[in-house]
């Protein structure tokens, strides 16, 4: 299991390796607006601005019951293959096209 904060370390790793001191805006909606709020309080000196859409510090427990229901669709789906698609089908069952 990976968290939001794991992500933007990896980020903030990578653009200091391209060198880059500063960024003008990070912005996201949903997850991504996590994101931008991770580097906000991570790195408020790396971050100029933080566009935030559709998004908020916390899950509350309806949020928390949506990723349940997405992450269990897609786990019991038969073609799950613990995550390995490179070799075979991917989920279908659990897939939003099938919604």
Known sequence: MVTVGDWVRLQERLITHLGIDKLLAVTGGSLGGQQSIEWALAYPERVRAAI???ATPHL???G???NFA???AILT???FN???YYDG???DEGSPSRA
């Open 52 to 54: 935030v859409m559709a």
């Open 60 to 62: 509350y427990a309806q």
């Open 64 to 66: 928390l019951a949506f």
């Open 70 to 72: 997405g992450r269990h």
């Open 77 to 79: 789906d038969p073609h």
């Open 82 to 84: 613990g995550g390995n």
């Open 89 to 91: 089908d991917g989920p």
